[in-house]
């Protein structure tokens, strides 16, 4: 995937104070794509995982109305297709 950025000098300083940190912090020396391309992969992965922790507390909360015995054989359900 090519992503075509344009930075003014301002956020072009910004950019590199950024990643001059992060690759003192990581002991890394990733170059600026690389470096663009790990907050990226960050941004999309906290965002893979709110959407998926938003639909776990969807089901909860509609499970919620459910007997006991209705909630128990919907846990075993669902344990029964984990690993």
């Known amino acids: 995937m090519n992503i075509p950025l344009t930075l003014d000098?301002?956020?072009q300083n910004a950019l590199n104070?950024?990643?001059?940190?992060?690759?003192e912090v990581t002991n890394q020396s990733l170059t600026?794509?690389?470096?663009?391309?790990?907050?990226?992969?960050?941004?999309i992965a906290g965002e893979v995982k709110?959407?998926?922790d938003a639909e776990v507390a969807r089901i909860g909360?509609?499970?919620a109305s459910?007997?006991?015995?209705?909630?128990q054989a919907l846990i075993a359900q669902?344990?029964?297709q984990l690993p």
């Open 17 to 23: 104070g950024l990643r001059a940190k992060y690759n």
């Open 9 to 11: 000098t301002e956020q």
């Open 61 to 63: 909360s509609a499970a």
């Open 78 to 80: 669902i344990e029964s």
């Open 50 to 52: 709110a959407l998926f």
């Open 32 to 43: 600026e794509p690389e470096y663009i391309g790990a907050v990226l992969n960050g941004i």
């Open 66 to 71: 459910l007997s006991y015995s209705d909630r």
